[in-house]
Structure formats: C-alpha cells, structure tokens
C-alpha cells in the first residue's frame, strides 16, 4: 500500500502555471499506476491524467496540450504541470494510486487529501 500527500495548490489568474506534486511513502511505489483527479463543488469526480509504471500516460480532453503528468521515481513524487489554466480548472485536486497487474491499471484505491486550485479571472 502507498501514502499519498499533495501540495502545490493556491490562486492563480487565468492563464497562470501552477505545479502540484504528490509525494508518496511505502513500497513498490514505482509499480503503481498513478493519477491525477479533480472535483469542483457540485461535480461530480473527474479524472484528469494517469501515468503508468512505464511511463505510458492519459489526458482527460478538457486538460490536453495544456497539463503534463510526470513523475520522478528515485523521490517517489508525481507531478501535475498545468499551464493555461482556465476558471473552469478551479477544483480540489487529488493524487491517486492503483496496483497494477500485467499492463494493466486497476482500481484507484489510495487517495491524497486534495490540494485546492482557484483560477480566476
């Protein structure tokens, strides 16, 4: 099992960059597929990006050409770069953990707290 934390959240002004990260303590953090969710008040949960033990990744569409998932494995720490940030990006974000078996992603079973990101405009 894994222990996920996330920091990195604030205020911004639309068209604004921030980084969050996702630390991460426990074993095997590495074999994990790992993700970024979001959720705005009234929303319900959407998945925003993924990257897998072998540094396969996923984009929801709304967050293409815009975010970038990565992760640095000897800190046991994923990232979410998010550039060109929108109002509509204004959300509790969530780091998030999944075993994986073969090439595949399971269920998302380990959760962060959540950081929280405004953008305004």
């Known amino acids: 099992q894994v222990q996920l934390v996330e920091s990195g959240g604030g205020s911004v002004q639309a068209g604004g960059s921030l980084r969050l990260s996702c630390t991460a303590s426990?074993?095997?953090?590495?074999?994990?597929?790992m993700g970024w969710f979001r959720q705005a008040p009234g929303k319900e949960r959407e998945g925003v990006a993924t990257?897998?033990?072998?540094?396969?990744?996923t984009y929801a569409d709304p967050v293409k050409g815009r975010f970038t998932i990565s992760k640095d494995n000897a800190k046991n720490t994923l990232f979410l770069q998010m550039n060109s940030l929108k109002p509509e990006d204004t959300a509790m974000y969530y780091c998030?953990?999944?075993?994986?078996?073969?090439?595949?992603?399971?269920?998302?079973?380990?959760w962060g707290q959540g950081t929280q990101v405004t953008v305004s405009s």
């Open positions: 998030a953990a999944a075993n994986m078996v073969w090439v595949r992603c399971l269920e998302y079973n380990y």
């Open positions: 426990g074993n095997s953090y590495s074999s994990y597929c």
């Open positions: 990257i897998d033990k072998f540094g396969r990744t």
